[in-house]
């Protein structure tokens, strides 16, 4: 079976299409399909809205079935920001590097065990048909003092799990850890009700 994702995000792809090969499950992107996904306006209030959104968006656009997630990082001692403004962060065209400089001095002063973090993943499905559904995933860890490692995304760098950041795991590590890889299990378990 064919679904599209609602990204441009090539390692959102391969993470998506690592988890559903097991279901026979083949994920695109809109181009490999030869279709034109509208830009959406990420308007929700919560993860799960933005994710619908996103699915219900791409589902229209192509009439496949369409996953679309949307993801973030909430930090305790910043009442949970970014969350839901993750990508826009300190500004919607500053670097990931910029938004982690950022986010590393507003916590400057602020000690180790207060610098508790959540990765939180909300991934929507949506069919043609009009069936539709969200799961969410997370995983808890911490904020470090200064990015480390080179494999990842986003704000990998600075989210430390024990020891070692999301950008130092390898893929096979990140995915059985990771807030997208706890939801994209979920989104496999609940896709074996739908196919």
Known sequence: MEFLIATHNLKKREELRRILAPLGIEVYLDYEKGVFLNEVEETGKTFEENAMLKAVGGCADSMMPCIADDSGLCVDALDGRPGVLSARYHGEETSY???????????????????????????ACVFPDGRRFTVRGACEGKIGYAPRGDNGFGYDPVFMVGDRSFAELTAAEKDALSHRGNALRKLAEELKNYI
């Open 97 to 123: 590097a910029e938004k982690m400089a950022f986010l590393l001095e507003e916590l400057k002063d602020v000690p180790e065990e207060n610098r508790t973090a959540r990765f939180v993943s909300a991934v």
